[in-house]
């Protein structure tokens, strides 16, 4: 088990760190953005509540994530969530995909069956790595998945309670849930693959690798599906790229101005 001085003096592992902590980071980090556009938008007034609850508890982990990066001197933590140019990001593109049409200051239209679907299966994938990299050989990094786990029970039994009452109905509301599925799967494989840098990552001890997380993830969701009747996915696609080879979409750079508008107006300014 390494600690930060040792990672720092190892260069092959410390490649194989960051490039994990930058996915877990960039993923999380605009993953909470797009549930932060839901305020004032969910449902009723309690999920506006919850929902901003774990939009906030998802933004303090890619802080997290941020400042153990920042720790190995990949620069300040506030520049890696604010200063980086969207083709330098690591996150998923499923991840970065838009609410739906409208803009949530002008004639939001946006998607509840896609927000439940993403989350929830996202909710799931990040449940599966935190439990592999409690076991990671970057001692830093095991403390944080102790503190994110915390959290991520409730946010899992959040989902999981939407997914399955909306999904579990008839008429509309299934027809939804049902479209939105089909369309999170298309570019799901995305939140599972750990990139170009795999074989580095597991070797080094970091995680597990994308093919266990695979499977993983398809034992946990398949007893939900069937509960659900709904057919199991035949792949987990990766329609639009490899998020974590710098691949984007128009989505990602509209929401990384957004997201960066207050700080480049003067990055040194402390808050």
Do not use: C
């Amino acid at each position: 088990m390494k600690t930060v001085e040792e990672a720092k003096q190892d260069a092959s592992y410390k490649s194989a760190l960051t490039e994990l902590l930058y996915q877990l980071a960039d993923d999380d980090f605009i993953v909470a953005y797009r549930g932060s556009e839901w305020l004032g938008l969910a449902p009723h007034i309690e999920e506006d509540v919850a929902f901003s609850s774990i939009s906030q508890d998802t933004m303090g982990h890619a802080t997290m994530f941020y400042q153990l990066l920042e720790e190995l001197g990949e620069g300040d933590a506030d520049h890696l969530a604010h200063g980086r140019t969207p083709a330098e990001r690591k996150n998923a593109i499923i991840l970065e995909e838009v609410n739906g049409p409208g803009h949530y200051l002008k004639e939001p239209r946006y998607d509840w069956a896609f927000a439940v679907v993403r989350h929830y299966f996202y909710t799931l994938a990040k449940k599966i790595k935190m439990e592999s990299v409690k076991q990671s050989s970057y001692e830093p990094l095991q403390h944080v998945a102790v503190k994110v786990n915390m959290e991520l029970y409730y946010h899992h039994m959040h989902w999981k309670t939407w997914f399955m009452q909306l999904t579990g109905t008839q008429g509309e509301a299934r027809e939804r849930m049902l479209t939105a599925v089909e369309t999170v799967l298309e570019d799901f494989g995305g939140v599972l693959t750990l990139g170009p840098k795999e074989d580095e990552i597991t070797k080094h001890g970091l995680i597990e690798g994308e093919e266990f997380q695979r499977k993983r993830w398809l034992q946990e969701i398949k007893p939900i599906f069937e509960s659900l009747n709904i057919e199991m996915p035949k792949a987990l696609g990766m329609k639009r790229g490899d998020g974590r080879a710098g691949e984007h979409t128009e989505d990602l750079d509209s929401a990384i101005d957004t997201l960066t508008e207050v700080y480049r107006q003067d990055p040194a300014a402390t808050w």
